[in-house]
């Protein structure tokens, strides 16, 4: 009788373990976005989301969850249980304005844990049609004039104005930044001719540029975007190795398994070799990466 119970204990020491070790079960994936539905990160997430679910044979669907600039979204799957149905599909430029808060209740490096990067893409630099400014060479004589030239990003904390710094530490030009809260707007303006210069993500520059409402004056990846292979990069056009890109990336808790965070990272690598899903990232811009977590500490540390 004792060796028959101990017989059954150890069975079920057994299944648990196997359980355990199962990965995804029928409990749903939620993919966290920052962004409230149509928002770009919200289309990069659905997308990601229907071919993994085709994939995987499991629900995964988006949960909107926006506000602080995705600090919110990031929080929470920070904080979730790492059991690997709780992820979030994070975009640089909120990454870092959450990095940058002076109250978070979460520490990127420490709480997150990076599956795959999704893709990049670049920031471009546009003068309003009324500046007279055709290139970046012209807008570097222009500059040397007073009173100093106006540029428009979406935030003292973005990205964009990272790079107009950076841009202007490396020229010499003291320009003046003026902050908005929406790219919407930031965009009538620049049409408009109340400010000369703005830069933002290439999905939301390129219809502009292409309906020459904007002049392009340079991307900010290494090399020309195929996105908008007219328009040179700054380090082409002025300062050799210059590079600034946005990107996307798919996070969890730090303390997921190693297991289940590599085969979630083959599960995307898989997805993003779909040819479909490429042409649909494709279309917003992005360029497909698919780094591993290695790759992509790599890739941040440089």
């Known amino acids: 009788m004792l060796g028959f119970l101990v017989a059954c204990i150890l ?50 669907w988006v949960e909107n969850v926006g506000g602080a600039s995705a600090a919110i979204s990031t929080a929470i799957v920070a904080q979730a249980d790492p059991d690997g149905y709780t992820f ?24 997150l844990s990076h599956i795959a990067m999704v893709g990049t893409t670049p920031m471009v630099l546009v003068a309003s049609k009324s500046s007279g400014i055709t290139d970046l060479h012209q807008l570097f004589e222009v500059s040397k004039a007073e009173p100093p030239q106006m540029y428009g990003s979406v935030g003292a904390r973005s990205l964009g104005y990272l790079v107009m710094s950076l841009l202007a530490k490396n020229s010499g030009f003291n320009w ?7 790219q919407a707007s930031l965009m009538q303006d620049i049409m408009g001719g109340y400010i000369s210069l703005c830069i933002g993500p290439l999905h ?3 219809p502009y540029v292409d309906g020459g ?6 991307v900010t990846s290494p090399f020309r975007s195929r996105n908008l292979p007219q328009v040179p990069s700054v380090s082409e056009s002025a300062y050799p190795g210059f590079a600034a890109i946005a990107w996307w990336s798919i996070v969890a808790p730090t303390q997921l398994s190693s297991r289940i965070v ?30 591993s977590p290695d790759q992509f500490h790599n890739f941040t540390e440089k």
């Open 213 to 218: 409402q904007v002049i392009p004056l340079a």
């Open 88 to 111: 979030a599909m994070v975009f640089e430029p909120d990454t870092l304005n959450a990095t940058l808060k002076a109250k978070n209740s979460f520490d990127i490096p420490k709480d």
């Open 204 to 206: 939301f520059m390129k």
């Open 262 to 291: 590599q085969r979630m990272h083959k599960e995307i690598l898989l997805v993003l070799k779909n040819k479909a899903v490429a042409e649909k990232l494709g279309a917003l811009g992005i360029d497909v990466v698919g780094f």
């Open 176 to 182: 003046r930044h003026v902050p908005y809260k929406a």
């Open 11 to 60: 069975s079920l020491g057994a299944v648990g373990v196997v359980q355990a070790q199962e990965w995804p079960t029928a409990k749903p994936i939620r993919l966290l976005s920052g962004d409230p539905p149509g928002g770009l990160v919200d289309q990069v997430s659905r997308i990601l989301a229907e071919a993994l679910q085709i994939q995987l044979k499991q629900t995964v």
